[in-house]
């Protein structure tokens, strides 16, 4: 079974700082995808950002970019230059490589980020 | 990315009732998934829906309580069967995107559902 953790249930930054979101997980497979989707006031599901396992650089895609340790199981957002639009509820997910249902992504519990003014 | 349209996009229904939410999408995909957000909490997945077959349901869900149909590569629907308050939740479809092994998800704007 996959499992997906995030320790912190809110944060707050300010506007323009930096913020890191954490994120652990478990899998017995070796070849796995982990995600950063952002759920807005609006409810919609946003991806964020995607790494793929076997790739040792760490993702990055504009003002985002993560912190992924494979062998901690750790896969850490990190917002700069945060914007009041970052304001949102984060989801870390993680699915395997494999076909079939093991494809299913598996979410964790949510990180409620709201960036002051 | 793809472009992922969901009708109704929120409603307000008796209970007993049932209510059918489409998910439309704006290219051909072989997978599709419904997932269910309960008020304050992450997603969980209800079922696949794969074009040509039945629906693959995850443990806790029913096909009488969530039927779920399939007709082409674009389209899907998932009805809430004999609604009862704990049915109040976010609806979100999701289609996977990218090779086989590869795929990434996207979902679309989500259905909030209110059982009174």
């Known amino acids: 079974a996959q499992t997906v953790t995030q320790s912190q249930p809110e944060m707050s930054v300010q506007e323009a700082e930096t913020v890191t979101l954490s994120c652990t997980y478990d899998?017995?497979?070796?070849?796995?995808?982990l995600f950063w989707y952002k759920q807005p006031p609006s409810r919609q599901m946003i991806l964020v950002i995607r790494q793929e396992a076997y790739k040792q650089q760490n993702a990055t895609e504009n003002r985002f970019s993560v912190n992924f340790q494979k062998a901690a199981k750790s896969f850490s957002l990190k917002i700069s230059d945060s914007q009041l639009g970052d304001t949102a509820m984060y989801f870390c997910a993680l699915r395997t490589r494999r076909s079939g249902s093991a494809r299913q992504l598996t979410f964790g519990s949510g990180t409620q980020l709201t960036v002051l003014p | 990315s793809a472009v992922i349209s969901q009708k109704p996009s929120r409603d307000i229904c008796q209970r007993g009732t049932s209510l059918t939410i489409q998910c439309q999408v704006d290219?051909?995909?072989?997978?599709m998934f419904w997932y269910r957000q309960q008020p304050g909490q992450s997603l969980t997945l209800i079922a696949t829906?794969?074009?040509?077959?039945?629906?693959?349901?995850e443990s806790g869900f029913v096909i009488d309580k969530f039927p779920i149909s399939r007709p082409n590569l674009t389209f899907s629907t998932l009805t809430v069967s004999n609604m009862s308050p704990e049915d109040s939740s976010i609806y979100l479809c999701?289609?996977?995107?990218?090779?086989?092994?590869?795929?990434?998800?996207?979902f679309g704007p989500g259905t909030r559902l209110t059982v009174l």
């Open positions: 999701s289609v996977a995107l990218g090779g086989t092994s590869t795929d990434t998800q996207y």
């Open positions: 290219s051909q995909v072989t997978m």
């Open positions: 899998t017995s497979e070796s070849n796995y995808y």
């Open positions: 829906a794969n074009q040509g077959s039945e629906a693959t349901y």
